[in-house]
């Protein structure tokens, strides 16, 4: 039965058609270790490509600026209830578009523009939206980076404590894009406290890992939490806002009618709609309400447990190689290797690999030399082969190709053979067998 999901667009649309079916054969022939990638349940695909998309819902379910809501507000509805026990909040905002939108609008519910931040450099495994200069985040707000230590790979909570009593920030941020170690919220929220901050962990990564109290709750400790819902989390790409408890503001702001002082949760709710987004993406928020509910299901934490033993065996594998890593290994599905003293940039670690089938993103490593289009690392991450069924043995042997390849990067020879053990590999474990030619 295959492409039936496809039968108009195969007719109608030749060109587009022929993308998404090679696209489909690609992510089943190769090996998808970039960390912040997944792959979703037919559910999920069928939710996130159906009428729903069809829908203006400004607003939230029961007050929306639109007639004709009654069905997307059960699935808002839906989406919501179940993150809430997911992650055991008091609240949330399942309408971000993205983590980077779920990150601007918990920005402006805190801050006014010109406030300091603190949030880790993108080169010690931050994100964009932490602080970089090229984005909002760094063009709007007086940002204060803070850095891992080149020695441990993690931050080191004395000087963090020292510069943010001297910086006084009015936000700190945790987490991050490639920081393989659990996030220590307590101890950030120690240093928010004693700094007069409000604290925000974006969760975008371990969002999985964290549903599943495999890694730890960021309750009580962060004010706030983002996160996006495609990485360990397996939903479709979009974002989230969660507050484990709710309370009044303290920004004097007053609702007009009652004079009633507002909840966090109703600034942060308009603080997406109207302040940054327009209309939801109702067939999205449909596809995390499945996500949501496939995560709440006991063979999730098996699946996010795996992820981590996975990531764990990939990491003593690379080490026994004599690969450095950042931070010496991981606690979680993210793997950071300093390619310094191997003679390789990430770019060139990057082409190579994907010509044999295994794709990886090049990354800074903390105190790289090397620009973020050259790198002297690379970023390796265990979410998308584990839900294809992969265990420690794969990951032992793609630990081994990975090896050979960045030994011999311009060896052609090598290239193909691991490109044929790829292919091997890949059909043991298929994917979207209904979907492909
Ligand atoms: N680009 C994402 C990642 O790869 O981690 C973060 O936004």
């Known amino acids: ?11 109608s649309d030749p060109d587009v058609y022929d ?11 190769t090996l998808e270790l970039i960390a912040s ?10 939710a996130a490509g159906g009428v729903m998309t069809n829908k203006y819902a400004e607003g939230y379910p029961g007050r929306r600026y639109y007639g004709g809501c009654e069905w997307v507000d059960v699935a808002e509805d839906i989406a919501r209830d179940r993150v809430k026990k997911l992650f055991d909040a008091e609240y949330a905002n399942v309408q971000p578009h993205s983590g980077s939108q779920a990150n601007m609008a918990a920005y402006f519910t805190f801050l006014k523009p010109g406030d300091v931040i603190m949030g880790l450099d993108l080169s010690h495994g931050g994100h964009l939206t932490h602080g970089s200069p090229v984005n909002f985040s760094g063009r709007l707000f007086d940002v204060v980076s803070y850095q891992v230590e080149k020695e441990t790979g993690r931050v080191d909570f004395d000087k963090l404590l020292k510069r943010a009593k001297e910086e006084k920030p009015k936000l700190i941020i945790c987490g991050g894009s490639a920081y393989p170690r659990n996030i220590e919220f307590e101890k950030y929220r120690q240093v928010a406290d004693a700094a007069g901050a409000f ?4 969760i975008a990564h371990p969002a999985g890992l964290v549903a599943t109290g495999i890694h730890p709750s960021p309750w009580p400790h962060c004010h706030v939490v983002t996160s996006t819902t495609h990485k360990t989390l397996r939903g479709p790409r979009g974002g989230l806002i969660l507050m484990g408890e709710d309370w009044e503001n303290s920004w004097g702001m007053v609702a007009p009618k009652s004079g009633r002082v507002k909840m966090v949760s109703e600034l942060i709710d308009s603080n997406v709609m109207p302040g940054i987004q327009g209309g939801p993406l109702m067939h999205i928020i449909a596809a995390k309400a499945v996500a949501f509910g496939e995560a709440l299901q006991p063979e999730f934490s098996d699946y996010c447990a795996q992820i981590v033993k996975n990531a764990k065996a990939m990491a003593e594998t690379f080490l026994r190689l004599d690969f450095r890593l950042v931070s010496g290994g991981t606690d979680t599905h993210v793997i950071l290797i300093d390619l310094t003293d191997k003679n390789i940039t990430g770019k060139v670690a990057e082409k190579s690999l994907e010509a044999a089938g295994i794709t990886v993103n090049k990354n800074m490593v903390p105190y790289d030399e090397r620009s973020p289009m050259v790198t002297s690392g690379i970023r390796v991450g265990t979410p998308a082969m584990t839900t294809r069924g992969m265990g420690v043995d794969e990951m032992q042997q793609i630990a081994q190709m990975i090896g050979r390849l960045i030994s011999a990067p311009d060896d052609s020879t090598v290239q193909s053979k691991i490109r044929q053990e790829v292919k091997e590999l890949t059909s043991r474990f298929p994917l979207y067998p209904d979907l492909r030619t």
Do not use: G, Q
Request: negative net charge; charged residues 30%.
């Open 1 to 11: 039965m295959a492409n039936s999901l496809y039968e108009n667009l195969k007719h």
């Open 37 to 46: 990638e997944n792959f979703v349940s037919y559910a999920v695909l069928e």
């Open 199 to 202: 604290l925000l962990a974006d």
């Open 19 to 29: 993308s998404v079916l090679r696209e489909t054969d690609r992510e089943h022939e």
